[in-house]
């Protein structure tokens, strides 16, 4: 049974930085590309960032770009994502998931389609 745990999340100010950490179980880590999602407030999960198995490949979604930083360790079964000068909008619940396809062209679509709790990001003003 494949796995996740995020961790990390927390309340901060706008212009903050946080980074999450997510453990995975039950899967060759280092098979798969994996991708962080984040489901604002009412919204619907999204994609923001992937990389591929060796971090050759690296994809960041819209407005993330440029402040957001991915990485990971596959001796440890570990997915990073570095969030560094983060506004409101970033507010949501941050997940991680093996994906498919880590590439602009494809959409970030969950491999497994089994997710962890997540850890939840608030950024206040």
């Known amino acids: 049974q494949v796995q996740m745990m995020e961790s990390g999340g927390d309340s901060v100010q706008a212009g903050g930085s946080l980074r999450l950490s997510c453990t995975t179980s039950?899967?060759?880590?280092?098979?798969?590309?994996m991708a962080w999602f984040r489901q604002p407030p009412g919204k619907e999960r999204g994609g923001v960032a992937c990389?591929?198995?060796?971090?050759?490949?690296?994809v960041y979604i819209g407005p993330v770009k440029g402040r957001f930083s991915i990485s990971r360790d596959n001796a440890k079964n570990t997915v990073y994502l570095q969030m560094s000068d983060l506004n409101p909008d970033d507010t949501g619940m941050y997940y991680c998931?093996?994906?498919?396809?880590?590439?602009?062209?494809?959409?970030?679509?969950?491999?497994?389609?089994?997710w962890g709790q997540g850890t939840q990001v608030t950024v206040s003003s």
């Open positions: 039950g899967l060759t880590f280092d098979n798969h590309a």
């Open positions: 990389i591929n198995w060796n971090s050759v490949a690296i």
């Open positions: 998931a093996p994906v498919q396809y880590c590439s602009s062209s494809r959409p970030m679509t969950n491999e497994y389609g089994s």
